[in-house]
């Protein structure tokens, strides 16, 4: 125990085990705590694992409001598949915080970036649209990713883009991440209300997807500043150049919303779902962009469906931190709505069935229209057997026996009297 507290004090992570599952076999950076590659020794997989400082849970609102984000974070992820995807959270018996996430391969946006110039325009849309749609799946849950960047981005083989770092939406603003996680993220991809100290608010999250298009199509970000504190200015005060003047291919309606995205005002910028409908409608074309708006209310559905059953795989901070009675208590309100279900349809369909029989009396009738049976009084044809009265030809020479009637010439015999 006295080594796993050293080790995540400061020093190397490789060979721990964390909660008697997680094996640590690599370290992959640092940031907000430390992302390592472990193996997950009751699947056998590869995953990666976030431990988090330990400030984290320090605090009187701290690990409830872990444990209660932990929950929205693991059911929201599977809801989209441009999300990485959460697997569980924990606590390590020396108390410290750590998240379970899938193992995402794939290059860096940052990285393609870096090697200049712009991207393909499909290319980019592409990319776009994965990541606006994941940003707007954590919005429709009430999520703020908070960490908006190249960097956050996974490129995968198959040409689609993944958003990291998953795991921390909705927890940057804590006592225990917000320095953190200020530290790590580019001022350029800071909205100015958030360099200027306020909290995170969806917002946020489209200013900096805006900057994150904006640098995918043109090559270049739309501001360049050094610190946290030159953000204020020169965002506040200057307007970034047109995309068009630095790329002119790119849609006049695209470079209009993302103009409107990077706006100082959190409430002049427009909502996710807005924006991508701009960017549906150029990259598809028009007639399919009401696609999107279905896919958008079916995507919300689902989010909202897998939190009510996400609770399955939120893993327990401590035994004593725990609130079963909050777990049991759904299970209660879920049970006693299931028999109303099987008990309306029993007494409609009794109802229903006497109403056809009726109906189906008039058929009935029919039966008597049988009276065709007649027909078979076509009988009539059975004095056609008389017809076969040809047989009495034979009856034609019996009379002609009779005309041997001439038999009576013996009747000569009075002249015998006459001796």
């Not at 998953?166 to 225990?176: C, I, M, S, T, W």
């Not at 291919?249 to 427009?270: G, I, N, W």
């Not at 549906?280 to 059953?309: F, K, Q, T, Y």
Request: charged share 20%; hydrophobic share 45%; with cysteine.
């Amino acid at each position: 125990m006295a080594r796993e507290t050293e080790a995540i004090a400061g020093g190397s992570l490789i060979g721990l085990r964390l909660k008697g599952r997680y094996r640590i076999v690599g370290e992959i950076g640092a940031g907000v705590g430390r992302v390592c590659q472990a193996e997950d020794d009751a699947t056998g997989h590869r995953i990666a694992v976030r431990v988090l400082p330990k400030a984290l849970i320090g605090t009187s609102n701290g690990t409830p409001t872990l444990q209660r984000m932990s929950r929205s974070v693991i059911a929201v992820s599977a809801a989209h598949s441009g999300l990485a995807s959460v697997l569980a959270f924990g606590e390590s018996e020396q108390g410290w915080p750590f998240a379970v996430m899938e193992l995402v391969e794939g290059r860096r946006l940052s990285d393609v970036l870096a090697e200049g110039g712009q991207l393909d325009a499909a290319v980019a849309m592409r990319w776009a649209l994965d990541l606006g749609g994941a940003v707007e799946t954590l919005h429709n849950m009430g999520l703020v990713h908070g960490a908006v960047r190249p960097r956050n981005v996974a490129v995968l083989a198959d040409g689609s883009a993944k958003l990291l770092d998953v795991e921390l939406a909705g927890l940057r603003d804590l006592p225990g991440l917000a320095s953190a996680s200020g530290r790590e993220t580019p001022p350029e991809y800071l909205a100015p209300e958030h360099a200027r100290g306020a909290s995170l608010t969806e917002k946020a999250d489209i200013y900096a997807f805006a900057v994150v298009l904006y640098e995918m199509l043109t090559g270049a970000r739309p501001f360049r500043a050094a610190s946290r504190e030159a953000v204020r200015d020169p965002q506040a005060t200057q307007t970034p150049t047109p995309m068009r003047s630095r790329r002119r291919t790119v849609p006049a309606s695209v470079d209009a919303v993302v103009a409107m995205a990077l706006a100082t005002e959190p409430d002049e910028r427009p909502h996710m779902q807005e924006l991508l409908n701009r960017l549906w409608s150029e990259a598809n074309g028009p007639a399919r962009s009401r696609r999107r708006r279905v896919a958008i209310i079916a995507s919300a559905s689902l989010a909202a469906s897998v939190v009510g059953l996400g609770t399955w795989a939120f893993v327990a901070w401590r035994a004593s931190t725990l609130a079963p009675t909050h777990q049991v208590a759904r299970p209660k309100l879920v049970i006693p709505a299931a028999p109303p279900v099987q008990v309306v349809p029993a007494p409609v369909r009794p109802t229903e069935f006497p109403r056809p029989a009726p109906v189906a009396a008039p058929p009935a009738p029919a039966p008597a229209a049988e009276s065709p049976r007649p027909a078979p009084v076509a009988a009539p044809p059975e004095p056609a057997r008389p017809a076969e009265s040809p047989r009495p030809t034979p009856v034609g020479p019996a009379p002609a026996r009779p005309v041997e009637s001439p038999r009576p010439a013996p009747v000569a015999a009075p002249p015998a009297p006459a001796r």
